[in-house]
C-alpha cells in the first residue's frame, strides 16, 4: 500500500519560503514512470496543480508558479520537497503530496494546511 505523508511548519510568515516535505512509503521515489507532485488548494478555490518531480529527478513546474517554486528529491530518504518562496496571504491553501502514473493521480497525501500570516 502506498502511503504519502506531508510535513511542514503550519504558519509561514509574508514574504518568507514554505517549505514541505513529503515521505513516500510502499514505493520508490525512483520507480519507473511515476511522477510525484504537488497540489493545493486554497480557500473557496479548486485544486491548483503546482509542479512535479518524476522518477528521474525531472522536474515541471507550473507556469504561474514558476518563477517562486523549486521542487526536490532526497533518494535516500524516499523524500521530495517542495519549496514557494515570497509567500504572501494567498498562498495559504491545504497542501498536497500525491504520485502521478501518468494517466491519473493515484495516491494522495491526507493534506497539510499552511497559513500566510505575520
Known amino acids: 500500500q502506498v502511503q504519502l505523508q506531508e510535513s511542514g511548519p503550519g504558519l509561514v510568515k509574508p514574504s518568507q519560503t514554505l517549505s514541505l516535505t513529503c515521505t513516500v512509503f510502499?514505493?520508490?521515489?525512483?520507480?519507473?514512470?511515476?511522477?510525484w507532485e504537488w497540489i493545493r488548494q486554497s480557500p473557496g478555490k479548486g485544486l491548483e496543480w503546482m509542479g512535479a518531480i518524476d522518477y528521474k529527478g525531472t522536474t515541471y513546474y507550473s507556469p504561474s508558479l514558476k518563477s517562486r517554486t523549486s521542487i526536490s528529491r532526497d533518494t535516500a530518504k524516499n523524500q521530495f520537497t517542495l519549496q514557494l518562496s515570497s509567500v504572501t496571504p494567498e498562498d495559504t491553501a491545504v497542501y498536497y503530496c500525491?504520485?502521478?502514473?501518468?494517466?491519473?493521480?493515484?495516491?494522495w497525501g491526507q493534506g497539510t494546511q499552511v497559513t500566510v500570516s505575520s
Open positions: 510502499g514505493d520508490s521515489i525512483t520507480t519507473n514512470l511515476y511522477y
Open positions: 500525491v504520485r502521478g502514473n501518468g494517466a491519473g493521480l493515484d495516491y
